[in-house]
């Protein structure tokens, strides 16, 4: 048996729009100026306290919350306004993938997102995945990545040991993440963080597009 893991932002789907446009709008509810498009994106995959402190370090605790909450009501109108997850595509390849690998009889599919579970519910309601799925770890049950609970929590889920398990993403988080929790680190060069910072991370290998992500998963490792 093994188990797949994949994040879900900048992994499965393009959400950079809403990730953006939201984070924008939050800063300049609260009178600052907005981070850049690259700033942003360096911080997608945080849970979002953590990821609001890297990119207002000098924020306070009831700012942070502030913030929080400014996000979360300007994506829920972006997301209705712009026709929902549906707006964010899915990468070249991936449902092929995903379906592919449910009807395995021996694999596991899970998911290990920055995303709270509202938020995952609202991706899988758009692109019609319920059920796909065997764990389901977000950020409003865990510590934010790079902290293994997410990996951890969904070994235990479908009972298999690290040595049989991997996790995919596009962000160093995730792949810190994979280190920590014992399991292969496969990281994808068509997300937010560029190829370098997945390295330098740990990355066991980078693929470059769906179907190198479905030979690097027959590779004797899994």
Do not use: C, N
Not at 62 to 82: D, P, Q, S, T
Not at 135 to 154: F, G, R, W
């Amino acid at each position: 048996m093994r188990l797949i893991i994949f994040d879900v932002d900048g992994t499965l789907i393009d959400s950079q729009v809403l990730i953006t446009s939201a984070m924008t709008a939050a800063f300049e509810a609260m009178g600052w100026e907005a981070p850049r498009r690259e700033e942003t994106l360096s911080i997608v995959g945080l849970s979002l306290p953590v990821a609001m402190q890297r990119l207002r370090p000098s924020a306070t605790t009831a700012e942070i919350e502030r913030m929080v909450e400014a996000y979360k009501a300007h994506f829920i109108v972006l997301r209705e306004e712009m026709g929902g997850e549906a707006a964010a595509p899915l990468y070249p390849g991936l449902r092929e993938v995903l379906e592919t690998l449910a009807q395995e009889d021996e694999t596991f599919l899970g998911v290990a997102t920055g995303k709270a579970r509202r938020g995952l519910d609202h991706f899988f309601a758009a692109h019609d995945f319920a059920g796909m799925f065997a764990t389901l770890q977000t950020a409003d049950l865990h510590p934010s990545k790079p902290h293994p609970a997410m990996i951890e929590a969904a070994l235990t889920d479908v009972g298999v040991a690290a040595s049989q398990a991997v996790m995919i993403g596009d962000t160093s988080f995730d792949m810190e993440m994979a280190r920590a929790a014992g399991v292969r680190g496969i990281g994808v060069s068509w997300g937010y963080h560029p190829v370098a910072r997945l390295k330098e991370a740990g990355a066991d290998v980078i693929v470059d597009d769906a179907r190198a992500l479905m030979d690097a998963l027959k590779e004797p490792a899994l």
